[in-house]
């Protein structure tokens, strides 16, 4: 069995009516970056960059995050890899971060909201991200965004950014950018959205929890949570109809993105790419060369 799926390595990722559905990987640490290479992933869909963020005691610097930047733009070549800009709060805690105590850190300052409130923190981010693009194909994508203000104060950060790195005559690229819809709100603005960036990505993670109103952590949900929710998949239609509504492409980077039971349903539904963990891409791959959308139909 190991066997034969190892054989996928080398395989595209195509169905068998043709149609080719790029298998992305899910990282969160540089040692994946190995696994993504040998599975020979299309690219990385998603870089957790917390990362760098989380288990010390003080805020990464600027060179050390472009250090890890730049290896992972050297290490993927002319694959493409899409750095998340830093989703901390809720779950994802520092002592040095000093974040009041939420009552509802679910829904809390977390992800983007948080990173608009820290602008220094995430302008170090950023410039290093930027700087690091000289060195491959990297993309940017923004967490936990709900609404085209949070667009606007990221676009004038971008626009900050871009100067002060063309004043200190750092070199750098004009990247792809992209938004993660992982609340209802984002769903509901999808076309807006989209017209704002290059690229979309399901974050189904968060999306079912916040479409349930179900805390994905909460260990008395266990049963009642449930990430194949008609409400979650009807969403998921919703995000890839109002993307290719505008031309930009339409991903699933949540962990839903790995069922291979769902698989061919998401490529009905026009989802343009997968993007999963190491472990997952060549299950991921062979589920998605066994579909044939021609079937049945004369
Ligand atoms: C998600 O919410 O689906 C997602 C991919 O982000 P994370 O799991 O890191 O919150
Ligand atoms: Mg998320």
Do not use: W
Request: aromatic share 6%; with cysteine; charged share 30%.
């Amino acid at each position: 069995e190991r066997e034969d799926l190892l054989k996928l390595r080398h395989q595209k990722d195509e169905t068998v009516d043709g149609r080719i559905v790029p298998i992305y990987a899910n990282i969160g640490n540089l040692d994946d970056l190995n696994s993504v290479l040998y599975y020979e992933a299309a690219g990385i869909g998603l870089l957790r960059s917390e990362f760098q963020y989380l288990g010390r005691e003080n805020y990464p610097s600027e060179e050390e995050l472009f250090a890890a930047y730049k290896r992972v733009a050297q290490t993927m070549g002319k694959k493409r890899a899409v750095i998340r800009t830093v989703d901390l709060g809720a779950d994802k805690q520092a002592k040095y971060l000093k974040i009041p105590e939420e009552i509802n850190p679910i829904m809390g300052n977390r992800g983007i909201r948080l990173c608009l409130d820290r602008r220094e923190m995430f302008k170090v981010q950023l410039r290093a991200i930027y700087r690091a693009s000289a060195y491959g194909r990297l993309a940017l994508m923004y967490p936990m965004i709900d609404s085209m203000e949070e667009m606007d104060a990221i676009e004038q950060i971008l626009a900050e950014v871009r100067a002060e790195l063309d004043e200190k005559r750092q070199p750098y690229q004009e990247i792809p950018k992209a938004i993660m819809i992982e609340t209802p709100a984002a769903v509901m603005i999808s076309e807006e959205l989209a017209k704002r960036v290059d690229f979309l990505s399901l974050g189904t993670n968060d999306l079912t929890q916040y479409t349930l109103a179900m805390d994905r952590q909460n260990p008395l949900l266990r049963n009642k949570y449930n990430d194949h929710h008609p409400a979650v998949l009807k969403m998921i239609q919703m995000v890839v109809d109002a993307g290719h509504k505008n031309g930009r492409k339409v991903y699933i980077c949540g962990e839903i993105a790995a069922d291979t039971k769902l698989t061919h349903t998401f490529i009905q539904m026009g989802v343009d790419g997968l993007s999963v963990v190491p472990a997952c891409i060549l299950p991921v791959r062979r589920a998605v060369r066994n579909t044939d959308l021609t079937e049945g139909k004369d």
